[in-house]
T-cell receptor, first 115, second 110 residues
């Protein structure tokens, strides 16, 4: 079974530029999550999708971050404009059954550096 | 979701059992204990979870105290590949958000 795919793996941009990350979840997984992990800290949930609907985006900085999952499969996370403090690893995860999150799967992440 | 407390780091000799503690004194009756680990440069990996009974799978054992205020993850024969940050998380089964704390950085040494 293929895992969660993310691209790019690394991205370096200057502050005030825009950037987008892509995630392809495991086939058939209705629930998709985006996490932000700052160096030395645990991952922090940004947004959760159930199919193509948003379940929880309470910790998403909506003035600069946006995410979509138009067809209920792939998802993109965008930052516009980026700030220095956005430097982090952005992790995508998916789950077959949202009531059993403990068996969700994470992708390798995209490491963003904002200069 | 209840807050958890873990030691920031631990060492373990290769081949020995690694016992990683977690305190969750404010855990509610319907909250489960989950353990994840994150190997360097990879996404977190699910290990095990439990409610009140001890659990065992091919990766580890989870021991939960009778009052459920603490738990211990046991890696019975640690290998160098088990070097990682281990996160203890408590949440309701049907809850959405998974809140990670700082975790325990386990270093397995030869």
């Amino acid at each position: 079974e293929a895992g969660v795919a993310q691209s790019p793996r690394y991205k370096i941009i200057e502050k005030r530029q825009s950037v987008a990350f892509w995630c392809n979840p495991i086939s058939g997984h209705a629930t998709l999550y985006w996490y932000q992990q700052i160096l030395g800290q645990g991952p922090k949930l940004l947004i959760q999708f159930q199919n193509n609907g948003v379940v929880d985006d309470s910790q998403l900085p909506k003035d600069r971050f946006s995410a979509e999952r138009l067809k209920g499969v792939d998802s993109t996370l965008k930052i516009q404009p980026a700030k220095l403090e956005d430097s982090a690893v952005y992790l995508c995860a998916s789950s077959l059954d949202p009531t059993r999150w403990g068996i969700g799967f994470f992708g390798p992440g995209t490491r963003l550096t904002v200069l | 979701d209840a807050k958890t407390t873990q030691p920031p780091s631990m060492d373990c000799a290769e081949g020995r059992a690694a016992n990683l503690p977690c305190n969750h004194s404010t855990i509610s009756g319907n909250e489960y204990v989950y353990w994840y680990r994150q190997i360097h440069s990879q996404g977190p990996q699910y290990i095990i979870h439990g409610l009140k009974n001890n659990e065992t799978n091919e990766m580890a054992s989870l021991i939960i105290t009778e009052d459920r205020k603490s738990s211990t993850l046991i890696l019975p024969h640690a290998t160098l590949r088990d070097t990682a940050v281990y996160y203890c998380i408590v949440r309701v089964m049907a809850g959405n958000m998974l809140t990670f704390g700082g975790g325990t950085r386990l270093m397995v040494k030869p």
